[in-house]
């Protein structure tokens, strides 16, 4: 575990930090599809990111959900460290979208290392801001963007993602995530292989 900590954040932590993040924190395999933070949920640690890819949903008063934004490797949660540092329940459903490797590390060590570490005071600020360009891009796309280019968005963002242009999921995945119905979906989706964006197959998306 401690190369996998010097590969994703030894560029931006101290050595004394990564040593005290291998001894302190939990170490966490998860498998696609598990459910990692509730709605509701009080949170008592935020999360490293050293593999994998995660996503962030706001679910409404209806249960439907909408997809705010990913984390990928060295990413962490915006939304978490706010809730542990004010000790607020969960606003949002994490779940893991692809296999994942996660470090938790313990509330109390937060406000501890912003204090004694510049760089993991920098990487929280880091954070922040990217978690809220993230959401900021995610409104822009609802509010200013049709389904059409919502939906072409969001496969250009799995290629990356997945690093494959073979994307199993299911309409029905899809329209969860978009915050749309199924049927509207799979119309769309059909449109897009009439003009050669992609290939729908039996299990899977092949984005051309």
């Known amino acids: 575990m401690i190369q996998e900590l010097k590969n994703n954040y030894g560029s931006q932590f101290e050595p004394q930090l990564i040593e005290e993040i291998y001894q302190i924190a939990t170490f966490i395999e998860a498998p696609e599809g598990q ?3 509730q709605p509701g949920q009080f949170i008592k ?3 490293l990111l050293l593999s994998g890819s995660i996503k962030i949903m706001r679910p409404d008063d209806e249960g439907e959900e909408l997809l705010l934004y990913h984390l990928e490797k ?3 949660c915006a939304m978490t460290m706010t809730c542990c540092m004010g000790n607020t329940k969960s606003e949002i459903h994490a779940v893991t979208e692809t296999p994942a490797q996660i470090l938790m590390i313990p509330i109390g060590k937060m406000e501890e290392w912003s204090s004694k570490y510049k760089s993991w005071r920098n990487f929280v600020f880091n954070s922040y ?4 360009m993230e959401l900021l891009e995610s409104i822009d796309n609802i509010a200013f963007n049709n389904m059409d280019e919502r939906l072409e968005n969001y496969l250009k963002d799995k290629i990356q993602i997945l690093n494959s242009k073979h994307i199993y999921i299911t309409h029905r995945e899809i329209a969860n995530d978009l915050h749309t119905s199924r049927v ?3 119309r769309l989706l059909k449109k897009m292989e009439n003009r050669k964006f992609i290939k729908l197959h039996r299990s899977f998306i092949e984005v051309l």
Do not use: A, Q, W, Y
């Open 184 to 186: 509207v979906v799979s």
């Open 35 to 37: 459910d990692l933070i």
């Open 129 to 132: 801001h990217e978690r809220m």
């Open 74 to 76: 060295g990413d962490t």
């Open 45 to 47: 640690s935020m999360p």
